[in-house]
């Protein structure tokens, strides 16, 4: 099952490009972090199997993944805040870019015992009555819709 979802993870990343990277870092610049500590129960989707855990070390693991796969020179250097929403996961990390470093969204989604990156332009794509991702994530990645 890890080759799998590692497939996943990578077809999803492989197709955001150079552009969804940029904009994701310079979009870091102008984050300041949240006071989410992060919920540790774990997010179950049953059409898929298993269980995602929602602890620091498993959404950290996916992170530093996207940041080595996605982002070109950057590095991984912490998670700063994480939160679990019906599946969904919220994150800010600190990531060094060319020796500055800025805080940084990330948005997870459970997939079985998996959890995949998810871009913001997939979550804001859509109006929020019609997003799959649940409202508190989506006002947190794409604001009060107007």
Request: glycine share 8%; hydrophobic share 40%.
């Amino acid at each position: 099952m890890a080759a799998r979802s590692r497939s996943r993870v990578h077809s999803a990343r492989s197709s955001r490009g150079r552009e969804w990277a940029v904009a994701a870092i310079g979009a870091g610049l102008l984050i300041t972090g949240c006071s989410s500590g992060g919920d540790v129960s774990p997010t179950a989707d049953p059409t898929i199997g298993g269980t995602a855990v929602c602890d620091e070390p498993s959404i950290s693991a996916v992170i530093r993944e996207e940041v080595d796969e996605t982002y070109p020179g950057a590095t991984f250097v912490s998670l700063e805040t994480f939160e679990c929403v019906d599946g969904w996961a919220s994150a800010r990390a600190a990531v060094d870019t060319n020796g500055v470093v800025v805080t940084t969204a990330f948005y997870l989604q459970a997939e079985g015992q998996f959890w995949v990156p998810v871009p913001i332009e997939e979550i804001c794509s859509t109006p929020l009555e019609e997003s799959p991702a649940p409202e508190q994530i989506y006002l947190e990645a794409c604001g009060t819709p107007e």
